[in-house]
T-cell receptor, first 114, second 110 residues
């Protein structure tokens, strides 16, 4: 099993450009989520999904869009990148049967917006 | 913000000593989880404690939970240089939202 795979590992964008961060998991997890990690701020939830066709906003959703057309994939779209979106982005998934299951993380995408 | 806070922000100890880090949170929870992050990597799950549990052990890890004070602690006994990492608590709140603390950076000196 590959677990949670994120691509790309690094990306540099200019202000106003758009891009999609990819996230795929092969564990058949219903729940998938996106976080951003900034120095001294821990991880903050951007968007999450509890199954194909269902998405919801987290703490910091502005400037980001998501969709969930399949169980495996949960891409994060930046429509018009801003320097404030410079961060490390993590995708995480978990099984939803009952509660009390851990999150499985990808290795992150480091994004710089100039 | 629903983020929790961790204390201390940074901790430096000698190999063989015990390391204790604390977490305070704001929401009601289903469970509380602790994660480790090595530099440049994703987070790895360490241990989970349910809201109706007060203490849990796993190997060299001991976690306590006090829901009345909305706080938890993680104790790593007999630390090793390989334990050097950042440690985060995360609350699994109703509504499928995880809230992470700000993290403790642990350095274990050989």
């Amino acid at each position: 099993n590959a677990g949670v795979t994120q691509t790309p590992k690094f990306q540099v964008l200019k202000t106003g450009q758009s891009m999609t961060l990819q996230c795929a998991q092969d564990m058949n997890h219903e729940y998938m989520s996106w976080y951003r990690q900034d120095p001294g701020m821990g991880l903050r939830l951007i968007h999450y999904s509890v199954g194909a066709g269902i998405t919801d906003q987290g703490e910091v959703p502005n400037g980001y869009n998501v969709s969930r057309s399949t169980t495996e994939d949960f891409p994060l779209r930046l429509l018009s990148a801003a320097p404030s979106q410079t961060s490390v982005y993590f995708c995480a998934s978990r099984i939803m049967t009952g509660y009390n299951s851990p999150l499985h993380f990808g290795n992150g995408t480091r994004l710089t917006v100039t | 913000s629903q983020q929790g806070e961790e204390d201390p922000q940074a901790l430096s100890i000698q190999e063989g000593e015990n390391a204790t880090m604390n977490c305070s949170y704001k929401t009601s929870i289903n469970n509380l989880q602790w994660y480790r992050q090595n530099s440049g990597r994703g987070l790895v799950h360490l241990i989970l404690i349910r809201s109706n549990e007060r203490e849990k052990h796993s190997g060299r890890l001991r976690v306590t939970l006090d829901t009345s004070k909305k706080s938890s602690s993680l104790l790593i006994t007999a630390s090793r240089a390989a334990d050097t990492a950042s440690y985060f608590c995360a609350t699994d709140a109703p509504g499928n939202q995880f809230y992470f603390g700000t993290g403790t950076s642990l350095t274990v000196i050989p």
